[in-house]
């Protein structure tokens, strides 16, 4: 059982660098295949990145690679999504998510067992 914490979050005007943060509980964070998504207003849940639980294996929506950055620091149970040149259409709710070990399917909301709270990211024009 795991707790996840997004932070981060915030008005950004476009073209602006942005860090979220996932805070887990717990000791074995390390166990743990995390996952991000993001939900803009009226539209699907939809995947933006994951990473492994030694952070060996990456995974990005095809839209959002070249721009964002994932990466972990098991030693602070947390995981980074660093967002560069952000765009209006990156307005959105942003969640953190994780599982026990890697998944085939990483992209698939429904693999994941725990979520956080989600992060508001507002890009301006």
Known sequence: QVQL??????PVQAGDPLRLS???SGRTF????MGWFRQA????????????SSGG???????????FTISRD????T????MNSLRPEDTAVYYCAARTG????????????????????????
């Open 79 to 82: 995981v980074y999504l660093q």
């Open 74 to 77: 098991n030693a602070k149970n």
């Open 41 to 52: 207003p009226g539209k699907e849940r939809e995947f933006v990145s994951a990473i492994s």
């Open 22 to 24: 996932c805070a887990a």
């Open 30 to 33: 390390s166990r743990y295949a």
């Open 5 to 10: 914490v997004e932070s981060g979050g915030g």
């Open 57 to 67: 294996t990456i995974s990005y929506s095809d839209s959002m690679k070249g721009r």
């Open 102 to 125: 890697w998944s085939p399917y990483p992209s698939r909301s429904s693999v994941y067992d725990y979520w956080g709270q989600g992060t508001q990211v507002t890009v301006s024009s």
